[in-house]
């Protein structure tokens, strides 16, 4: 039986004496897209970064395709795209100079990335734009270059932080069909979003974490048994299994007021 593609083994990190992300163990098959859902501040991103290589674990594993992040960073690296939800670009490039960057950092990249991106430039309505400055790029344009930069190098693993950032319907939905076709192909996506429904649509499983410790994790049924609802949606899972018992209360309240119920 194969190894999974990513495993996290006790991952901790600290920040002086508070614990950002604490003692969380996971894994993630290929061809499996695993949502990582959890309230703002509960270690959301500073699990994607340890991920991404940008900051070290305090304690804990990174295993990427059977390899150590700790003791092989650099071939973890090129089998990991990381598409993070505030890209930053060289804005003095063209769209076609970044990705050319882009490909001329990876060994397979420039034989085979740079004929992917025009096939992603296409999709996203780019083609035109290629030719152009970055600085000239609205968000949602930067999104979808950056995209294109990880998308066509065909790495097993990707991480995804908040895909649908200044994106547009068209462009959401075909993120979402070109993230469903990798998987189908292979790849491993770990997705972090705030959409319920975007969870609900593309993940294989779900993760949720609370305080920077894994609450839950497993398919929508197996979170459904965990709420003891089996009518319930991603979003009122997610509320019950976080604790905002209180929400309710807010929303009866601030319905009242705006009727001006006493």
């Given at each position: 039986?194969?190894?999974?593609?990513l495993?996290?083994?006790?991952?901790?990190?600290?920040f002086?004496?508070f614990?950002?992300v604490n003692d969380?163990?996971?894994e993630?098959e290929?061809g499996?897209?695993y949502?990582?859902?959890?309230?703002?501040?509960a270690?959301?991103?500073?699990?994607?970064?340890m991920l991404a290589g940008?900051?070290?674990?305090?304690?804990?594993?990174?295993i990427?395709?059977?390899?150590?992040?700790r003791e092989?960073p650099?071939?973890?690296?090129?089998?990991?795209?990381?598409i993070?939800?505030?890209p930053y670009l060289?804005?003095k490039?063209?769209?076609?100079?970044?990705?050319?960057?882009?490909?001329s950092l990876?060994?397979?990249g420039t034989?085979?990335?740079?004929k992917?991106?025009?096939h992603?430039l296409?999709?996203f309505?780019?083609s035109?734009?290629?030719?152009h400055?970055?600085?000239?790029y609205?968000?949602g344009m930067?999104?979808k270059l950056?995209m294109?930069?990880?998308?066509m190098l065909n790495q097993?693993l990707?991480?995804v932080d908040?895909?649908m950032?200044g994106?547009d319907?068209?462009?959401?939905?075909?993120v979402k069909e070109?993230?469903?076709?990798?998987?189908r192909?292979g790849?491993?996506i770990f997705l972090?979003?705030h959409s319920?429904?975007?969870a609900?649509?593309?993940?294989?499983r779900i993760?949720?974490i609370?305080?920077?410790?894994?609450?839950?994790s497993?398919?929508?049924?197996?979170l459904?048994?965990?709420a003891a609802n089996?009518?319930?949606n991603l979003?009122?899972?997610?509320?019950q299994?976080?604790?905002?018992?209180?929400?309710?209360?807010?929303?009866?309240?601030l319905?009242?007021?705006?009727?001006?119920?006493?």
């Amino acid at each position: 039986m194969p190894l999974p593609l990513l495993q996290l083994q006790n991952l901790t990190k600290k920040f002086g004496t508070f614990t950002a992300v604490n003692d969380i163990s996971l894994e993630i098959e290929a061809g499996e897209i695993y949502g990582f859902l959890g309230p703002n501040g509960a270690g959301k991103t500073t699990t994607i970064k340890m991920l991404a290589g940008l900051l070290l674990p305090t304690a804990g594993e990174i295993i990427i395709d059977s390899k150590k992040l700790r003791e092989q960073p650099s071939e973890c690296k090129s089998q990991t795209g990381y598409i993070p939800d505030r890209p930053y670009l060289y804005e003095k490039l063209t769209g076609s100079e970044y990705l050319g960057f882009v490909a001329s950092l990876y060994e397979r990249g420039t034989q085979t990335g740079l004929k992917e991106a025009d096939h992603y430039l296409a999709l996203f309505d780019l083609s035109e734009w290629k030719d152009h400055l970055i600085e000239g790029y609205s968000h949602g344009m930067r999104q979808k270059l950056i995209m294109t930069s990880i998308l066509m190098l065909n790495q097993p693993l990707i991480i995804v932080d908040e895909p649908m950032v200044g994106l547009d319907p068209k462009s959401g939905k075909i993120v979402k069909e070109l993230f469903k076709a990798k998987a189908r192909a292979g790849t491993a996506i770990f997705l972090s979003t705030h959409s319920m429904e975007i969870a609900e649509e593309l993940c294989d499983r779900i993760g949720i974490i609370v305080n920077g410790k894994i609450k839950t994790s497993g398919s929508i049924s197996h979170l459904r048994r965990q709420a003891a609802n089996d009518s319930s949606n991603l979003e009122d899972i997610f509320l019950q299994l976080t604790g905002a018992f209180e929400l309710q209360n807010i929303i009866q309240a601030l319905r009242e007021e705006n009727t001006g119920v006493e």
